[in-house]
Nanobody, 124 residues
Framework: QVELVESGGGLVQAGGSLRLSCAASGSIFSINVTGWYRQAPGKQRELVATMTSGGATNYEDSAKGRFTISRDNVKNTVYLQMNSLKPEDTAVYYC??????????????????WGQGTQVTVSS
C-alpha cells in the first residue's frame, strides 16, 4: 500500500511561519510531480505550488515570494515552507502526487495520491 502522510499544520499568528511535510510511504519506484493544494471553508480547492522531480517549481500568485516548495527524493518527502503567513492563508492543505509509480514484486503501477490534509490557521 502506498500513501501520502502529511504533518506540520497548526495555529500561527499573522507574520509567522510553518513548514508542512508530506511523506510518501510504501514500495515506491518513482514520483513525478508533487504539489500542495489548499481549501478554505466555502471555497474550492486551489493549487498552491508544484515541483517536478527535476526541480522545476510553479507557484500560485499569492504564494510567490512567501512559500517555498522543496522535496527530498531519497526520503520521498515534499515540503512547503510558508513564511509571512496571512489570515487568508487559513485552509486545509493537501499534498498531491498525481503519478506515483509503485511496485509489487515484478508488477509496476501508477497511482494518483492525495494526503489526508492538515489544517493551517493563521490568526490576525
Amino acid at each position: 500500500q502506498v500513501e501520502l502522510v502529511e504533518s506540520g499544520g497548526g495555529l500561527v499568528q499573522a507574520g509567522g511561519s510553518l513548514r508542512l511535510s508530506c511523506a510518501a510511504s510504501g514500495s515506491i519506484f518513482s514520483i513525478n510531480v508533487t504539489g500542495w493544494y489548499r481549501q478554505a471553508p466555502g471555497k474550492q480547492r486551489e493549487l498552491v505550488a508544484t515541483m517536478t522531480s527535476g526541480g522545476a517549481t510553479n507557484y500560485e500568485d499569492s504564494a510567490k515570494g512567501r512559500f517555498t516548495i522543496s522535496r527530498d527524493n531519497v526520503k520521498n518527502t515534499v515540503y512547503l515552507q510558508m513564511n509571512s503567513l496571512k489570515p487568508e492563508d487559513t485552509a486545509v492543505y493537501y499534498c498531491n502526487a498525481p503519478q506515483v509509480t509503485y511496485y509489487i514484486g515484478s508488477y509496476y503501477g501508477d497511482r494518483d495520491l492525495w494526503g489526508q490534509g492538515t489544517q493551517v490557521t493563521v490568526s490576525s
